[in-house]
Nanobody, 118 residues
C-alpha cells in the first residue's frame, strides 16, 4: 500500500521561511510527477508547484520566485521550500504524486497546515 506523508508545516511570521517534505512509501516501482497543492479556508484547492521525474519544475504565478520545489528520487521525497511568506499563503498544503505500484494512479498526502501570521 502506497502512502504519502507530509511534514514541516507550522506557524511562521510574514516574510519568514518554511520547508515542507513529503515522503512516499510502500511498494513503489516508480514515481513520475510530484507536486504540491494548497487549500485556504473557504477556498478551493489550488495547484502550487510540480516537478517531473527528470527535475523540470513549474510554479503557480502566485508563488513564483518565492517557492522552490525539489525532489530526492532515492528517498521518494518531494520538498517545498517557501520563502517570503505572506498571510495569503496560509493554507493546508497537500502533496500529490503519480505513482506506479501494483497499479498506476494519483496519490495524495493527508495535508499539513501552514499559518502565516504575526
Amino acid at each position: 500500500q502506497v502512502q504519502l506523508v507530509e511534514s514541516g508545516g507550522g506557524l511562521v511570521q510574514p516574510g519568514g521561511s518554511l520547508r515542507l517534505s513529503c515522503a512516499a512509501s510502500g511498494s513503489i516501482f516508480s514515481i513520475n510527477a510530484m507536486g504540491w497543492y494548497r487549500q485556504a479556508p473557504g477556498k478551493q484547492r489550488e495547484w502550487v508547484a510540480a516537478i517531473t521525474a527528470g527535475g523540470s519544475t513549474n510554479y503557480a504565478d502566485s508563488v513564483k520566485g518565492r517557492f522552490t520545489i525539489s525532489r530526492d528520487n532515492a528517498k521518494n521525497t518531494v520538498y517545498l521550500q517557501m520563502s517570503s511568506l505572506k498571510p495569503e499563503d496560509t493554507a493546508v498544503y497537500y502533496c500529490n504524486a503519480d505513482i506506479l505500484s501494483s497499479w498506476h494512479g494519483e496519490y495524495w498526502g493527508q495535508g499539513t497546515l501552514v499559518t502565516v501570521s504575526e
